[in-house]
């Protein structure tokens, strides 16, 4: 009888290790070290294991073209600082995001990483807000002098071939374009929070919200929701474009809020807390469904997700890069 209890405890012990050994080896860790100082910025964004770039917080750029062991700096514009409420918007190799100065003079920014070329568009008092691709066509949403919206459309030249108001809804966070339709989230305090999808400025469909945090695309037939209560709850929704149907395929506590979510086909990392510097990492390997954990450490706002790899620039000399195991 003791053979048997040995034998069996023996066999559960094997399995366990077994189980545990692969659910840590999903994701490795390694460092990249850059020889020369690399200033921390407030975006970063690879295209491929060498071409990359970091956005200063003045209007410097920082490009790589050997995985992030040397960087070169760049002045944009002298005076201007890059313009951190609006998300910049990644089109293959470009980037597209905003600078301004003093006096709230704006310049949309267009940045190749592959050769570190950059365009730029004198959009004078205008306050941007939006990036889009329509039809193979720019679309940049500002806010004229009288709070009106207006739409431009840009050709590859950063030449505007039109100009129209526009009555969308009021929405917040990002905005998502699929085949003329739009998704976004509506997140105003003292009101009724939802998540919205509509075609020609017209609403058609409305999911009502707690307090979302963030919206991402996941495919050109779904989208990601995390939504937030006061109970320090997140609830992880996708939406199916086709069935038109809102789920809830995860649900996490412990946690106040959700401030940034990086996707790359099924992988998503999202970062918790509240502080503007540093957040904790959770890590989802199938879309959204289950989450872990990505160690206890501490990471500061300027990382990316590129392919199964996510980089984190903690500062001066040190990016660290996770590698997650599908």
Same mark, same amino acid.
Request: aromatic share 16%; with cysteine; glycine share 6%.
């Given at each position: 009888?003791?053979?048997?209890?040995?034998?069996?405890?023996?066999?559960?012990?094997?399995? !366990?290790?077994?189980?545990?050994?692969?659910?840590?080896?999903?994701?490795?860790?390694?460092?990249?070290?850059?020889?020369?100082?690399?200033?921390?910025?407030?975006?970063?964004?690879?295209?491929?294991?060498?071409?990359?770039?970091?956005? @200063?917080?003045?209007?410097?750029?920082?490009?790589?073209?050997?995985?992030?062991?040397?960087?070169?700096?760049?002045?944009?514009?002298?005076?201007?600082?890059?313009?951190?409420?609006?998300? *910049?918007?990644?089109?293959?190799?470009?980037?597209?995001?905003?600078?301004?100065?003093?006096?709230?003079?704006?310049?949309?920014?267009?940045?190749?990483?592959?050769?570190?070329?950059?365009?730029?568009?004198?959009?004078?008092?205008?306050?941007?807000?939006? !990036?889009?691709?329509?039809?193979?066509?720019?679309?940049?949403?500002?806010?004229?002098?009288?709070?009106?919206?207006?739409?431009?459309? %840009?050709?590859?030249?950063?030449?505007?071939?039109?100009?129209?108001?526009?009555?969308?809804?009021?929405?917040?966070?990002?905005?998502?374009?699929?085949?003329?339709?739009?998704?976004?989230?509506?997140?105003?305090?003292?009101?009724?929070?939802?998540?919205?999808?509509?075609?020609?400025?017209?609403?058609?469909?409305?999911?009502?919200?707690?307090? *979302?945090?963030?919206?991402?695309?996941?495919?050109?037939?779904?989208?990601?929701?995390?939504?937030?209560?006061?109970?320090?709850?997140?609830?992880?929704?996708?939406?199916?474009?086709?069935?038109?149907?809102?789920?809830?395929?995860?649900?996490?506590? @412990?946690?106040?809020?959700?401030?940034? %979510?990086?996707?790359?086909?099924?992988?998503?990392?999202?970062?918790?807390?509240?502080?503007?510097?540093?957040?904790?990492?959770?890590?989802?390997?199938?879309?959204?469904?289950?989450?872990?954990?990505?160690?206890?450490?501490?990471?500061?706002?300027?990382?990316?997700?590129?392919?199964?790899?996510?980089?984190?620039?903690?500062?001066?000399?040190?990016?660290?890069?996770?590698?997650?195991?599908?």
């Amino acid at each position: 009888m003791s053979n048997k209890w040995f034998i069996l405890n023996f066999v559960f012990s094997m399995l !366990f290790m077994f189980f545990s050994c692969g659910r840590n080896n999903r994701v490795s860790q390694s460092e990249i070290k850059p020889n020369d100082n690399l200033i921390e910025g407030w975006y970063m964004h690879f295209t491929d294991s060498l071409h990359g770039v970091v956005f @200063g917080d003045r209007a410097y750029a920082f490009y790589t073209k050997d995985g992030g062991l040397t960087w070169v700096e760049q002045e944009i514009m002298e005076g201007y600082r890059f313009y951190p409420y609006s998300k *910049p918007f990644v089109d293959n190799d470009n980037i597209y995001s905003y600078i301004y100065n003093d006096v709230h003079a704006y310049s949309l920014l267009r940045y190749n990483i592959k050769d570190g070329i950059f365009s730029l568009l004198e959009c004078k008092d205008t306050r941007p807000c939006f !990036f889009w691709k329509q039809n193979d066509t720019l679309k940049l949403m500002l806010r004229d002098k009288n709070k009106k919206k207006v739409v431009f459309s %840009l050709n590859d030249s950063l030449q505007v071939i039109n100009k129209t108001e526009c009555e969308f809804p009021k929405f917040s966070l990002n905005l998502i374009c699929i085949d003329d339709t739009f998704y976004s989230c509506k997140r105003f305090s003292g009101n009724k929070n939802s998540f919205l999808i509509w075609t020609d400025s017209v609403i058609k469909q409305c999911f009502e919200m707690k307090d *979302p945090c963030c919206i991402e695309k996941l495919s050109n037939s779904r989208i990601i929701i995390v939504d937030s209560d006061s109970q320090n709850n997140l609830y992880v929704y996708e939406y199916d474009i086709e069935k038109k149907s809102l789920i809830e395929i995860s649900r996490l506590s @412990g946690y106040e809020g959700m401030d940034v %979510l990086l996707v790359s086909n099924d992988v998503l990392v999202g970062f918790v807390s509240k502080h503007i510097y540093y957040n904790i990492a959770i890590y989802s390997l199938d879309g959204g469904h289950t989450w872990e954990k990505l160690g206890e450490q501490v990471f500061y706002r300027n990382k990316c997700l590129r392919g199964n790899s996510l980089l984190i620039n903690c500062g001066g000399l040190r990016i660290k890069k996770f590698d997650f195991i599908q």
